[in-house]
């Protein structure tokens, strides 16, 4: 079993930053792929952005240039630094690892961006 713990969310204004966190535990392994998905009322989970072990990445168009996701295997955390927040990025934001063809979520985190 992986354990996920995030960290991160908050309150923030609209042109803010926030940086989450995402820390995994147990039985990782060294090939996988980590992202964060978002969930906000009324709407279906979305993936935000993605990260594999060796530094590749996606981004889902409406956070491309405003969000960077990053990891440190040593750590076996990834981060997902956003800026420029704007409303429409209130949500639900949950980490996910996939390895060995199971994937894992964490209890996500909340994020609301208003004024």
């Known amino acids: 079993q992986v354990q996920l713990v995030e960290s991160g969310g908050g309150l923030v204004q609209p042109g803010g930053s926030l940086r989450l966190s995402c820390a995994a535990s147990?039985?990782?392994?060294?090939?996988?792929?980590m992202g964060w998905y978002r969930q906000a009322p009324g709407k279906q989970r979305e993936l935000v952005a993605q990260i594999t072990r060796g530094g590749n990445t996606n981004y889902a168009d409406s956070v491309k240039g405003r969000f960077t996701i990053s990891g440190d295997n040593a750590k076996n955390t990834v981060y997902l630094q956003m800026n420029s927040l704007k409303p429409e990025d209130t949500a639900v934001y949950y980490c996910v690892r996939v390895q060995l063809g199971n994937m894992y979520w964490g209890q996500g985190t909340q994020v609301t961006v208003s004024s």
């Open positions: 147990g039985s990782v392994f060294s090939g996988y792929v």
